[in-house]
């Protein structure tokens, strides 16, 4: 069975603190992503991963950065949060050159910054 | 410009009845592909339905079918025999390469459905 997962569904931190958010998925995938989904605005892509040490920018970088140093695993990292990152985080993986190109999702994690 | 376009923020129907969620797109590339993610309350995104801009036939899956109209760039959902299970938010998505030939999806801003007894 196809699984994404994300380390934690419900996290409350401060602002100006680091945090890192794991995705891992267990389907040997070569892409990897991270969305924010906020009311009104949909999924909008932070950053993705085409291979291990691979990162392309997404179309909202700013403020975040994140790591791959295994296939199975793509962190996001927030360097000093903020209360307008308050948000759902959406991991998802995909093979490369899937005829249709499908994403897996992982449940989301609901980041608080207070 | 937005590239995927919900109009509809929220849908009510009755059970057992069928429902037309509305998406219109925008691209300049030939080759694109156009799929809809169901989101129940519980987070996680489940994909639905794909389809292909040079698919012949409209995609279809179980209650799902995509009805996809190219000249007018709409990919619309029509969920055929409510289930109160499929209250939940339903997003657009359209496949967009990069300059770098990489391909990623870009996301409507979701519609939610409510299916009533």
């Known amino acids: 069975d196809v699984k994404v997962t994300q380390s934690s569904r419900y996290l409350v931190k401060r602002t100006g603190e680091k945090v890192f958010l794991e995705c891992v998925q267990d389907m040997d995938h070569e892409n990897m992503f991270w969305y924010r989904q906020d009311p009104g605005l949909g999924l909008r892509l932070i950053y993705f991963?085409?291979?291990?040490?691979?990162?392309e920018k997404g179309d909202i970088p700013e403020g975040y950065s994140v790591s791959r140093e295994k296939k199975e695993r793509f962190s996001l990292i927030l360097e000093s949060a903020s209360t307008n990152q308050t948000s759902m985080y959406l991991c998802?993986?995909?093979?490369?050159?899937?005829?249709?190109?499908?994403?897996?999702f992982g449940p989301g994690t609901r980041l608080t910054v207070t | 410009a937005q590239k995927i376009t919900q109009t509809q923020p929220g849908m009510f129907v009755q059970e057992k009845e069928a429902v037309t969620l509305d998406c219109t797109y925008d691209t300049s590339d030939p080759s694109y592909g156009l799929f809809w993610y169901k989101q129940p309350s519980s987070g996680e995104m489940i994909f639905l339905i794909y389809?292909?801009?040079?698919?012949?036939q409209n995609a279809t899956e179980g209650r799902y079918s995509l009805n996809f109209q190219k000249a007018r760039k709409s990919a619309n959902l029509v969920i055929s025999a409510s289930q109160l299970g499929d209250s939940a938010m339903y997003f657009c998505a359209m496949r967009e390469k990069e300059w770098t030939g990489f391909q990623k999806l870009v996301f409507g801003t979701g519609t939610r459905l409510l299916v009533s007894p």
């Open positions: 998802a993986s995909s093979l490369r050159g899937a005829s249709f190109y499908e994403q897996y």
């Open positions: 991963s085409y291979d291990v040490k691979m990162k």
């Open positions: 389809q292909g801009s040079y698919d012949q």
